[in-house]
């Protein structure tokens, strides 16, 4: 039943773009793109955050040398 209901919310969402007004619709573009270099740039600022960072005190708790 959720994914009908997501399914409703989505379709309903569509309708409210038509809505938009012209230069809304001719900016979509652009704030997607923005949208995405922004979740671009944070996923990889996260991504090297969690590459360099050191485990060792988890390792020497849980693994007895």
Same mark, same amino acid.
């Given at each position: 039943? $959720?994914?009908? #209901?997501?399914?409703h !919310? $989505?379709?309903?969402?569509?309708?409210? =773009?038509? !809505?938009?007004?012209?230069?809304?619709? =001719?900016? =979509?573009? #652009?704030?997607i793109?923005?949208?995405v270099?922004?979740?671009? =740039?944070?996923?990889?600022?996260?991504?090297?955050?969690?590459?360099?960072?050191?485990?060792?005190?988890?390792?020497?708790?849980?693994?007895?040398?």
């Amino acid at each position: 039943m $959720a994914t009908l #209901d997501h399914t409703h !919310e $989505a379709i309903n969402k569509m309708f409210v =773009l038509r !809505e938009l007004t012209e230069q809304v619709v =001719l900016n =979509l573009p #652009d704030i997607i793109n923005q949208t995405v270099n922004q979740v671009e =740039l944070h996923y990889n600022t996260r991504r090297n955050e969690i590459q360099n960072y050191n485990f060792g005190s988890i390792f020497e708790r849980y693994i007895k040398w």
